[in-house]
T-cell receptor, first 114, second 112 residues
Framework: KAGVTQTPRYLIKTRGQQVTLSCSPI?????VSWYQQTPGQGLQFLFE???????NKGNFPGRFSGRQFSNSRSEMNVSTLELGDSALYLC?????????????FGPGTRLLVL | EDQVTQSPEALRLQEGESSSLNCSYT??????LFWYRQDPGKGPEFLFT???AGEEKEKERLKATLTKKESFLHITAPKPEDSATYLC?????????????FGTGTRLKVLA
């Protein structure tokens, strides 16, 4: 069974631009969660989508948004990029809502903001 | 304040030298504690989930244990391929939903 895939793997953007990242979960998984990983802060939870609805949200500004499609694929958007948004963005999928469920992570999208 | 702290930050072991990694947490309403392994340039790989104090799980050279305040990941007779960053994460209740808090990890290097 194919794992979680993320595209693109690498991105370079400039301040003020916006970016869209994509995540395809494991077949049959209905929940997709997004995380930001930086050397200083570690892994931080952004949000979780299940059945096309945002079910949980971390403490990130409104510039970070996401959506989920009927096939469970998910996209994350960051508007008005700041230098501090440079990070590895990871998505993870699980069969059901992620609470008490095993999550499987993708390889991540590395975003560099110049 | 809810917190997850991992120690040590980095650990170097000789092949075969057993040791333990620590994950201490202060949260209310623990739903589960998760251990992951992360290799450079890759996403975290799931290892274990522990749900209640006293629970233990094993997989090959790894054994995870849980108390009410901390979890240990014991590595027995490690091999160079066990070199990675080990992450611990806690799920806890939060006003009708839950929060997911990760520690910053322990970087393990096993020397041949």
């Amino acid at each position: 069974k194919a794992g979680v895939t993320q595209t693109p793997r690498y991105l370079i953007k400039t301040r003020g631009q916006q970016v869209t990242l994509s995540c395809s979960p494991i077949s049959g998984h209905r929940s997709v969660s997004w995380y930001q990983q930086t050397p200083g802060q570690g892994l931080q939870f952004l949000f979780e989508y299940f059945s096309e609805t945002q079910r949980n949200k971390g403490n990130f500004p409104g510039r970070f948004s996401g959506r989920q499609f009927s096939n469970s694929r998910s996209e994350m958007n960051v508007s008005t990029l700041e230098l501090g948004d440079s990070a590895l963005y990871l998505c993870a999928s699980s069969l059901h809502l992620a609470v008490q469920e095993t999550q499987y992570f993708g390889p991540g999208t590395r975003l560099l903001v110049l | 304040e809810d917190q997850v702290t991992q120690s040590p930050e980095a650990l170097r072991l000789q092949e075969g030298e057993s040791s333990s990694l620590n994950c201490s947490y202060t949260v209310s309403g623990l739903r589960g504690l998760f251990w992951y392994r992360q290799d450079p340039g890759k996403g975290p790989e799931f290892l274990f989930t522990l749900y209640s104090a006293g629970e233990e799980k094993e997989k090959e050279r790894l054994k995870a244990t849980l108390t009410k305040k901390e979890s240990f990941l014991h590595i027995t007779a490690p091999k160079p391929e066990d070199s990675a960053t080990y992450l611990c994460a806690v799920q806890a209740d939060q006003a009708g939903t839950y929060k997911y808090i990760f520690g910053t990890g322990t970087r393990l290097k096993v020397l041949a």
